[in-house]
């Protein structure tokens, strides 16, 4: 097994330019999350997801989309990117809810808004 | 809303020496969970503790839950340089929110 994927590794952008960062589980898991981790701020919340098809709003989320056409696939969308939102965007799963069930983690996308 | 609040943010120590990490929440939780981020890497689960006044011991970590289930603590006995990287707390509620702590990052000089 993979686990969660993360595509890409790696992602430079100019301002207002717009990507699409894939999430990828092969684990079954219902629930998927997007988060973003920035230097002294742990990791922070932007959507998530409780099943195909479902989306809802985390901690951060303006300035994201996302979609969950199928169960294991969540991606994330930023359709004008701004500095701001440099970061290093992590994708994670589990298989029951997540504030009691252990979250697996992809290994990362780092993206850098110029 | 939630807040999990951890101190210290980062930690220096010599191999060999002890490590604490300690994790407060604003309100209470139905478990804590502690993952392990290498320099470079991903979060990745350490534990969860569920019971009120819980300790459990993984080798030379030891992680315990308030009993009031609003805070914890991992320590580590002589750490080694192979502990280094950044120590996160995530305090879960029943339901379905995990709020992360801000993370302690380890530093061992040899």
Known sequence: ?114 | GQQVMQIPQYQHVQEGEDFTTYCNSSTTLSNIQWYKQRPGGHPVFLIQLVKSGEVKKQKRLTFQFGEAKKNSSLHITATQTTDVGTYFCAGGTSYGKLTFGQGTILTVHP
């Open chain 1, 1 to 114: 097994n993979a686990g969660v994927t993360q595509t890409p590794k790696f992602r430079v952008l100019k301002t207002g330019q717009s990507m699409t960062l894939l999430c990828a589980q092969d684990m079954n898991h219902e629930y998927m999350y997007w988060y973003r981790q920035d230097p002294g701020m742990g990791l922070r919340l932007i959507h998530y997801s409780v099943g195909e098809g479902t989306t809802a709003k985390g901690e951060v989320p303006d300035g994201y989309n996302v979609s969950r056409l199928k169960k294991q696939n969540f991606l994330l969308g930023l359709e004008s990117a701004a500095p701001s939102q440099t970061s290093v965007y992590f994708c994670a799963s589990s298989y029951s809810v997540g504030g009691t069930d252990t979250q697996y983690f992809g290994p990362g996308t780092r993206l850098t808004v110029l």
